[in-house]
């Protein structure tokens, strides 16, 4: 079985595993130093994938016109 994704579907299932992902290490070990350099690593990433999408969007817009 072949699954197909959407353009930024993969992007999208891959932030949310790492969010899960630092749930879980924060129920486990609670507030440590590490975890939160973690999440300020998880946060750049989503930030990075966020301002990609939206200069594709712009782009798009932009030649549409």
């Given at each position: 079985m072949v699954l197909k994704i959407k353009k930024g579907e993969y992007d999208k299932m891959f932030t949310n595993e790492l969010k899960d992902l630092l749930a879980?290490?924060?129920?486990?070990?609670?507030c440590t130093q590490e975890v939160l350099?973690?999440?300020?690593?998880?946060?750049?990433?989503?930030?990075?994938?966020?301002?990609?999408?939206?200069?594709?969007y712009y782009k798009s817009r932009k030649n549409n016109i």
């Open positions: 879980g290490l924060y129920q486990k070990y609670g350099q973690l999440s300020n690593i998880i946060d750049e990433i989503i930030v990075k994938e966020q301002r990609e999408r939206l200069k594709e």
